[in-house]
């Protein structure tokens, strides 16, 4: 059954190593309400938004690597992120958003929430299951590496649907539709959108997909950074030159977003955010 609504793709263009955080926060920021001034009620941001893309620089001294991360359960209480989660709720939009997360205990994840700005907290959380990459740099002076197995551990949270709350006017709010009864004939797709979420190589994978459209998702939001040329990288050919390696690494992104929406019926808003090195989307 049909529900509309606006998504916004929140391309937030380069973001390099020595930007200052505070920068990228004001960016963010602009793009929610610019999203925001043209009636969305989703922005979706991209894989670990509010800094640079850091995996793919070799650290080793625990407290630059730290510098990266955001510390505890909830980023939207984390002092470098809660503006965006704040305004946010100030402006009653939804985001989907991708950040480096440490727990209380130390443990490191690629993860991504969503926030509800019609009840002002974040009702969702995923943690990234499939790490890309090395966990040591390639010898090569000029590589460009891919280390997220070296800062993340693998996610432990699993794929797991929800319902996006208000986020379509309108929708019905009865047993079944948001609660654990299940949906009657005359219910199914008028409730609150279900929505599930993953972070960029999980798109790559079919059981990131069907566990998710096992559980009757409609609209799937996947925020990503993916290396155009990158030779080193399995599954890249060492010959190809900059133009065609990003001609491909297009096609491919586009070929596993479609394909798996087609065969599990789903929507995904897919965004692109350019780099010179990389490119950052959701
Ligand atoms: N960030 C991330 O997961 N990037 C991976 C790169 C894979 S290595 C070619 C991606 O799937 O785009």
């Not at 001034?37 to 620089?57: D, H, I, K, N």
């Not at 407290?63 to 359960?73: L, R, V």
């Not at 590496?145 to 309108?170: C, H, I, M, S, W």
């Not at 929505?195 to 996947?222: F, T």
């Amino acid at each position: 059954m049909p529900r509309k609504f606006k998504v916004a793709a929140a391309q937030v263009g380069a973001v390099h190593k020595w930007t200052p955080r505070t920068s990228t926060l004001k960016r963010l920021i602009g793009l929610l309400h610019s999203a925001h001034s043209q009636g969305a009620r989703l922005v979706v941001f991209p894989e670990c938004a509010f800094t640079t893309f850091f995996p793919r620089y070799t650290m080793s001294e625990p407290p630059e690597i730290d510098a990266w991360f955001e510390h505890g359960d909830d980023p939207s209480e984390s002092p470098n992120t809660k503006p965006l989660f704040d305004e946010a709720r100030e402006l009653g939009v939804d985001i989907y958003v991708g950040y480096a997360e440490r727990t209380s205990d130390g443990t490191s994840y690629n993860s991504c929430v969503y926030y509800s700005g019609a009840l002002g907290k974040v009702v969702s959380k995923y943690r990234k299951l499939h790490l890309p990459g090395t966990k040591d740099p390639f010898p090569e002076k000029d590589a460009v590496n891919q280390l997220e197995k070296r800062y993340f551990t693998p996610g432990d949270l699993g794929f797991r649907a929800f319902r996006a709350p208000d986020l379509v006017a309108g929708a019905l709010k009865k047993a079944g539709l948001g609660g654990k009864e299940a949906e009657t004939t005359a219910s199914v797709g008028k409730g609150d959108p279900v929505v599930g979420m993953m972070i960029c190589n999980d798109r790559r994978w079919p059981e990131a997909w069907r566990v998710l459209g096992l559980q009757g998702v409609e609209l799937v939001l996947c925020g990503f950074n993916t290396n155009s040329y990158a030779p080193q990288l399995w599954g890249s050919r060492q010959e190809m030159t900059v133009e065609e390696a990003d001609k491909e690494s297009r096609f491919h992104h586009a070929l596993t977003m479609q394909a798996n929406s087609y065969m599990n019926a789903f929507c995904r808003p897919s965004i692109l955010q350019g780099t010179d090195e990389l490119r950052r989307t959701a």
